[in-house]
């Protein structure tokens, strides 16, 4: 070798070159395509999380709603309860009995009654 540049050396050059240009096209486009992926399984992930966030918000409110409608059927709550209906009961009886006694003094159930 005098200096001069041989041929085959210019072409394995040349061919190391059109190589590495040729694997760095195919990196690109499988690292375009790797990012496309990504970006779909994040967009997915977002719904996902979403869809979660949504069935926790709601299964906490029917928790809420459950708590609820059992604290208003426990046994002490019906107890109160009934025990306030039997009083509006008996109430309600006295009423009638005075109403019935005030519509007999002025004569609304005798004999020529209208009604």
């Given at each position: 070798?005098?200096?001069?540049?041989?041929?085959?050396?210019?072409?394995?050059?040349?061919?190391?070159?059109?190589?590495?240009?040729?694997?760095?096209?195919?990196?690109?486009?499988?690292?375009?395509?790797?990012?496309?992926?990504?970006q779909?399984?994040e967009?997915?992930?977002?719904?996902?999380?979403?869809?979660?966030?949504?069935?926790?918000?709601?299964?906490?409110?029917?928790?809420?709603?459950?708590?609820?409608?059992?604290?208003?059927?426990?046994?002490?709550?019906?107890?109160?309860?009934?025990?306030?209906?039997?009083?509006?009961?008996?109430?309600?009886?006295?009423?009638?009995?005075?109403?019935?006694?005030?519509?007999?003094?002025?004569?609304?159930?005798?004999?020529?009654?209208?009604?």
């Amino acid at each position: 070798m005098d200096g001069s540049i041989d041929i085959r050396l210019v072409l394995t050059v040349l061919g190391i070159v059109f190589s590495v240009a040729g694997a760095a096209a195919v990196a690109r486009s499988q690292i375009a395509r790797l990012t496309e992926m990504l970006q779909d399984v994040e967009a997915r992930l977002r719904v996902a999380d979403q869809r979660t966030d949504r069935l926790e918000n709601d299964a906490g409110t029917q928790v809420q709603r459950l708590d609820v409608i059992a604290q208003m059927m426990s046994p002490l709550e019906r107890e109160k309860y009934h025990r306030e209906s039997a009083t509006i009961l008996a109430r309600l009886t006295v009423l009638e009995r005075t109403q019935a006694k005030i519509e007999g003094r002025v004569g609304l159930n005798g004999p020529g009654a209208k009604g």
